[in-house]
C-alpha cells in the first residue's frame, strides 16, 4: 500500500479481554517499530523487528504485551489480560533498514474500560 | 539512557514565526528529527537533519542543530492556522534501532 495501514483505527474493550492490534508497513520496509503514545505523553518505545533479526523488545512494558511480525510485513501486537493503563493510542512505523525515515501508521486508539 | 526534552506548549500569532525547541542527552546521535501530529492523525516526518548538519532549510521550515549543547530548533517562518499541531522532537544513533521521542510540543495558532 501506499502507507502505514494500522487496524482497527479504535478498539473499546473490557479490562481482562485480551486484543490484537494489526499493522501492515509500507512495501519493502523492513523494519517496524510499535510505539505507545498515552494521553497527554510523548512516545513511548514498545519493540522494534528489523528483517529477520531478534526483535528488539526492550520497550514492552509488561509480559501481557507480545508482538510478532510474520513474513518479515505484517505486524501484530497483541495485549493479553488488558488493564486499564493499556488504554493509549498504538502507533506502528517502519522503515527502510537505514533508520532515516520512520513512516508512522494512523494508530489504533484502543480503551479498556 | 537517552532522553529528549521539549516545552509542552506554544503560542503564536498568525504570521509570526515559531520556533520550537528540544534538548537531547545522546552524544551519539546521528539524526534528528521533527515529527508533526494533527488532531486525530498519525505521526508525520517533517524534516530531518544529520548531526554533521549545523542547519537544513526547507520552504517555511528551518532546523537548526547545535551539537555541542545538543539543541536542536525548528522555525516556522509566517505560521498558519493550518501549523497548529504537536510537533516531536525525535532523536536515532542510525544504527537502525528506535527512535527516542521528546513528549511534543502543542503549538497554538491564534488568529
Known amino acids: 500500500g501506499a502507507g502505514v495501514s494500522q487496524s482497527p483505527s479504535n478498539k473499546v474493550t473490557e479490562k481482562g479481554k485480551d486484543v490484537e492490534l494489526r499493522c501492515d508497513p509500507i512495501s519493502g520496509h523492513t523494519a517496524l517499530y510499535w510505539y505507545r503514545q498515552s494521553l497527554g505523553q510523548g512516545l513511548e518505545f514498545l519493540i522494534y523487528f528489523q528483517g529477520n533479526s531478534a526483535p528488539d523488545k526492550s520497550g514492552l512494558p509488561s509480559d501481557r504485551f507480545s508482538a510478532e511480525r510474520t513474513g518479515g510485513s505484517v505486524s501484530t501486537l497483541t495485549i493479553q489480560r488488558t488493564q486499564q493503563e493499556d488504554s493509549a493510542v498504538y502507533l506502528c512505523?517502519?522503515?527502510?533498514?537505514?533508520?532515516?525515515?520512520?513512516?508512522f501508521g494512523q494508530g489504533t486508539r484502543l480503551t479498556v474500560v | 539512557g537517552e532522553d529528549v526534552e521539549q516545552s509542552l506548549f506554544l503560542s503564536v500569532r498568525e504570521g509570526d514565526s515559531s520556533v520550537i525547541n528540544c534538548t537531547y542527552t545522546d552524544s551519539s546521535s546521528t539524526y534528528l528529527y521533527w515529527y508533526k501530529q494533527e488532531p486525530g492523525a498519525g505521526l508525520q516526518l517533517l524534516t530531518y537533519i544529520f548531526s554533521n548538519m549545523d542547519m537544513k532549510q526547507d520552504q517555511r521550515l528551518t532546523v537548526l542543530l547545535n551539537k555541542k549543547d545538543k539543541h536542536l530548533s525548528l522555525r516556522i517562518a509566517d505560521t498558519q492556522t493550518g501549523d497548529s499541531a504537536i510537533y516531536f522532537c525525535?532523536?536515532?544513533?542510525?544504527?537502525?534501532?528506535?527512535?527516542?521521542f521528546g513528549s511534543g510540543t502543542q503549538l497554538t495558532v491564534l488568529p
Open positions: 525525535a532523536e536515532s544513533d542510525g544504527s537502525a534501532r528506535q527512535l527516542t
Open positions: 512505523a517502519s522503515s527502510l533498514p537505514v533508520n532515516t525515515e520512520a513512516f
